[in-house]
T-cell receptor, first 114, second 115 residues
Framework: AQSVTQLDSQVPVFEEAPVELRCNYSSSVSVYLFWYVQYPNQGLQLLLKYLSGSTLVESINGFEAEFNKSQTSFHLRKPSVHISDTAEYFCAVQEWGATNKLIFGTGTLLAVQP | DARVTQTPRHKVTEMGQEVTMRCQPILGHNTVFWYRQTMMQGLELLAYFRNRAPLDDSGMPKDRFSAEMPDATLATLKIQPSEPRDSAVYFC?????????????FGPGTRLTVT
């Protein structure tokens, strides 16, 4: 069965510092990978996704994630964070040809401090 | 700007009462998901519909929860009777099934408190 592990429940970081949010997955077949962001009192929004092709994917607000098949990882990075990036970030996996279900990790709270 | 809508946004009820949550998926989307989010359990998938047919409700307590799609523009999640442990935020998401993978668009959620 597939699973997603986000080891860090909370990541505090100062504004303009770089950040990495870790995500590892487990699956016996090929997968699609996603990062979703949840701002306070809101629903989840797709941040970026890996379906195929280039293993490095980027979002419009400066985040990027790299699919590493050998390490079964999909870590999220940003070179310089803003206060407005404070939110909960969820990694999710979907197996190819499966029932289109997303399996979510437990989330990482990115807390950006001035 | 197409969005998933959910009503009510907040619901406070007493134990034993029936609760119905509604979701309007984005027009044209053919899949609908119900999730429950709590501090302890995180984000759990409760039920999943494709073309209005239930495909997977294995995450839903069958004795008190039920999910339906009366038509393509409405999905409902019902709890009867409600219990304090049902207190959570319930999210609906919709998507378009295409080539086996697609983005899910989440609604703002219904915050349920059962006293």
């Amino acid at each position: 069965a597939q699973s997603v592990t986000q080891l860090d429940s909370q990541v505090p970081v100062f504004e303009e510092a770089p950040v990495e949010l870790r995500c590892n997955y487990s699956s016996s077949v090929s997968v699609y990978l996603f990062w979703y962001v949840q701002y306070p009192n809101q629903g989840l929004q797709l941040l970026l996704k890996y379906l195929s092709g280039s293993t490095l994917v980027e979002s419009i607000n400066g985040f990027e994630a790299e699919f590493n098949k050998s390490q079964t990882s999909f870590h999220l990075r940003k070179p310089s964070v803003h206060i407005s990036d404070t939110a909960e970030y969820f990694c999710a996996v979907q197996e190819w040809g499966a029932t289109n279900k997303l399996i979510f990790g437990t989330g990482t709270l990115l807390a950006v401090q001035p | 700007d197409a969005r998933v809508t959910q009503t009510p946004r907040h619901k406070v009820t007493e134990m034993g009462q029936e609760v119905t949550m509604r979701c309007q998926p984005i027009l044209g989307h053919n899949t609908v998901f119900w999730y429950r989010q709590t501090m302890m359990q995180g984000l759990e998938l409760l039920a999943y519909f494709r073309n209005r047919a239930p495909l997977d409700d294995s995450g839903m307590p069958k004795d008190r929860f039920s999910a339906e799609m009366p038509d393509a523009t409405l999905a409902t999640l019902k709890i009867q009777p409600s219990e304090p442990r049902d207190s959570a935020v319930y999210f609906c998401a919709s998507g378009l099934d295409r080539d086996g993978s697609y983005e899910q668009y989440f609604g703002p959620g219904t915050r349920l408190t059962v006293t």
